[in-house]
């Protein structure tokens, strides 16, 4: 990756693994201006799975933004309503990555994802989940 300010090549001083987002962090240094800044490195969802609708036969490729607005929105009454929604996004993707099978989620496995994970943490975005997003 090359420097946010001067755009010439950094060099990584360190790196952890980030469990809960299933992601690499890594702390990088230009050797040219002499910043340090930080990456976040995460799987795109978008070229491995497959959202498999139970109306149509035609799969789309699985689009975590739109699974983040929908528990964004479900979540809006909250004051942290962006840091949790972006927790309970990753939360859902590492529960659905262990029921994934041959890169196809189903929409029912989703939605029965989504419905545990908000229940457990706050049952009124549970029903605005249900009143805005489940359908299908
Ligand atoms: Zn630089």
């Not at 090359?2 to 755009?7: A, E, L, Q, T």
């Not at 990584?12 to 201006?33: D, E, F, M, P, V």
């Not at 890169?103 to 419905?115: P, Q």
Request: proline fraction near 2%.
């Amino acid at each position: 990756m090359v420097c946010i300010y001067c755009k010439n090549s950094t060099k990584i001083s360190n790196s952890r693994h980030l469990a809960r987002k299933n992601g690499t962090w890594r702390r990088r240094n230009c050797q040219i201006c002499n910043v340090t800044f930080s990456t976040i490195e995460t799987p795109d969802y978008s070229t491995i799975w497959s959202l498999a609708r139970n109306n149509s036969k035609r799969l789309e490729p699985f689009n975590r933004t739109k699974l983040y607005i929908s528990i964004y929105e479900s979540l809006k009454h909250r004051p942290r309503a962006l840091e949790e929604a972006d927790e309970l996004t990753n939360t859902i993707l590492i529960r659905l990555s262990n029921i994934v099978i041959d890169g196809l989620v189903f929409v029912d496995d989703l939605r029965n994802c989504v419905f545990n994970t908000l229940s457990n943490f706050d049952n009124t975005s549970l029903v605005y989940y249900k009143a805005y997003f489940d359908k299908d």
